[in-house]
């Protein structure tokens, strides 16, 4: 079934079109990456989604009927942080609980164990303005979660948190989506989109370029894209007729090859001229793909 099906939304602020006539579907179960440059219109389309501004044209559904009569069954954690600073930590996710339906005694002993999945368990009678924005930024996503929604709508979740945080987050997220759970994530964060996702879709200036299963888009970009790690100059990479575009990131660099090229015969140069710890094809990166289709999309016109 579907969890949300947008049919031709269209969205206007004065003179901006923020979201142009955009239709897409979320499939129960899916953990679904909505994607797009800044601006683009993944906030708008997230506030009509729950009911927040309504669009000028177009339908949204929520389980196939109007998303209003829904929005109990959503979590939301928005870009924009909004905890009162002044409560405490348990007194609050209590309070946000209770508007999405659930009863304090419930609520208390479910508040506490998502804190201590956090390890935030110690700091529940502290106010919220003592903990730290990556703290904040947890206990936000506990009251995101804490009523049980079919349906998570993540933006920019992993903003503020350090590498453990981040990956005990990212847990929770495949976990919660393992027990049946529904998720949007909004982010610019493309590599956890490709620990996460199963489909994506990308918009630019209001208008989706990009649409399907991660997997399929990134097989559709082929197998011309070659990692490669060595110790030496790389002077000859500058010169080679085979390679279209090159990445360098320190420890390696990526290359994508011009088409009918032969990674072999790049092989065969490398070894010639340098110290070759790392050769591989490898599917090119989500990165690459959005920047392309984004690039594309504008005409080239973005700035670097």
């Given at each position: 079934?579907?969890?949300?099906t947008l049919k031709k939304v269209h969205k206007r602020f004065a003179q901006v079109t923020a979201v142009d006539f955009l239709s897409l579907q979320v499939e129960e179960g899916w953990i679904y990456g909505l994607?797009?440059?800044?601006?683009a219109g993944k906030t708008t389309t997230i506030r009509m989604i729950l009911n927040i501004i309504q669009p000028d044209q177009g339908h949204i559904f929520l389980w196939g009927e109007k998303g209003a009569a829904f929005t109990d069954r959503v979590g939301y954690l928005p870009e924009e942080r909004g905890l009162y600073r002044k409560m405490k930590v348990l007194d609050l996710l209590v309070f946000l609980a209770s508007i999405k339906g659930m009863r304090a005694s419930q609520t208390r002993a479910e508040a506490l164990r998502w804190l201590a999945k956090f390890e935030l368990d110690a700091w529940c009678q502290r106010k919220v303005e003592e903990l730290s924005k990556g703290m904040q930024q947890q206990v936000q996503f506990i009251a995101c979660v804490l009523h049980h929604p079919d349906l998570v709508i993540l933006d920019e979740?992993?903003?503020g948190l350090d590498p453990v945080n981040t990956s005990r987050l990212k847990d929770v997220v495949l976990e919660l989506n393992a027990q049946g759970t529904t998720v949007i994530l909004s982010t610019h964060q493309m590599e956890q989109v490709e620990r996460l996702c199963s489909h994506?879709?990308?918009?630019?200036?209001?208008?989706?370029?990009?649409d399907g299963r991660l997997s399929?888009?990134?097989?559709?970009?082929?197998?011309?894209?070659?990692?490669?790690?060595?110790?030496?100059?790389?002077?000859?990479?500058?010169?080679?007729p085979l390679i279209e575009k090159m990445d360098l990131y320190g420890q390696y660099v990526e290359l994508r090859l011009k088409p009918a090229a032969d990674p072999q015969e790049l092989l065969r140069t490398a070894v010639q001229r340098t110290f070759v710890r790392k050769f591989e094809i490898v599917e090119p990166s989500l990165n690459d793909i959005f920047i392309e289709k984004v690039s594309l999309a504008d005409g080239d016109e973005r700035p670097e």
């Open positions: 079934m579907q969890a949300l994607l797009g440059p800044n601006g979740p992993f903003t994506i879709c990308l918009i630019n200036r209001g208008q989706k370029v990009l399929e888009i990134k097989n559709e970009y082929g197998q011309n894209t070659v990692r490669l790690e060595f110790d030496g100059p790389k002077t000859f990479l500058n010169t080679s």
